[in-house]
């Protein structure tokens, strides 16, 4: 159980242009979801927390208006990078917390490239 | 605020020789802590977690932990490693009790050696 689909899995997409990400709890519901980013051999970095229904909480030096949260619905957190520059590219992880003492469910990641 | 500490970056080891990946927190309230493995180009996935009880946790694939308060310590064993096993391992921490942020380590690379 506690399964969490992330797609695409890799994107390449063109500087300048937008790209979405998609996270969904397959089989449970998630009232809060996390993204992360990693960078080549580093740990993961908290971006933001996505709450169902409310706006998304971002880390600290994390730009909202660059990577945009929805949580329309209690299986699906999406985000959206804007105007993506190379800079941007990375490794996007998301997970769902089930609750207290639950581990985090994580996806398997998106590999974005901006040329 | 909590941290964790992974002092090894790589740990090389020979097929069916065992391994431990060290582990440190630091916390002021009471913990729970999670071993995950991430293979390349994927999420991460639970080895094994400590909520409370035994000091000994049991997790997928052979690997086991255990939890030393005293040296805020939550160090990852396997008896004898397979080729398998080679992976990036994190291990993490979160405060008990509701949600709490998880803060991950830096990592440890398990590289094992025909």
């Known amino acids: 159980g506690a399964v969490v689909s992330q797609h695409p899995s890799w994107v390449i997409c063109k500087s300048g242009t937008s790209v979405k990400i998609e996270c969904r709890s397959l089989?449970?519901?998630?009232?809060?979801m996390f993204w992360y980013r990693q960078f080549p051999k580093q740990s993961l970095m908290l971006m933001a927390t996505?709450?169902?229904?409310?706006?998304?909480?971002?880390e600290q030096g994390v730009e909202k208006d660059k990577f945009l949260i929805n949580h329309a619905s209690l299986t699906l957190s999406t985000l959206t990078v804007t105007s993506a520059h190379p800079e941007d590219s990375s490794f996007y992880i998301c997970?769902?917390?089930?609750?207290?003492?639950?581990?985090?469910?994580f996806g398997n990641g998106t590999r974005l490239t901006v040329t | 605020a909590q941290s964790v500490t992974q002092l090894d970056s790589q740990v090389p080891v020979f097929e069916e020789a065992p391994v431990e990946l060290r582990c440190n927190y630091s916390?002021?309230?009471?913990?729970?802590l999670f071993w995950y493995v991430q293979y390349p180009n994927q999420g991460l996935q639970l080895l094994l977690k400590?909520?409370?009880?035994?000091?000994l946790v049991k997790g997928i694939n052979g690997f086991e932990a255990e939890f030393n308060k005293s040296q805020t310590s939550f160090h990852l064993r396997k008896p004898s490693v397979h080729i398998s096993d080679t992976a990036e391992y994190f291990c993490?921490?979160?405060?008990?009790?509701?949600?709490?942020?998880?803060?991950f380590g830096t990592g440890t690379k398990l590289q094992v050696i025909p």
């Open positions: 997970s769902a917390f089930t609750g207290s003492g639950s581990p985090l469910h």
């Open positions: 089989d449970f519901q998630a009232t809060t």
């Open positions: 996505s709450n169902e229904g409310s706006k998304a909480t971002y």
């Open positions: 916390s002021s309230v009471s913990v729970y």
């Open positions: 400590y909520l409370s009880g035994s000091t």
């Open positions: 993490a921490v979160s405060g008990s009790g509701g949600y709490q942020k998880v803060t």
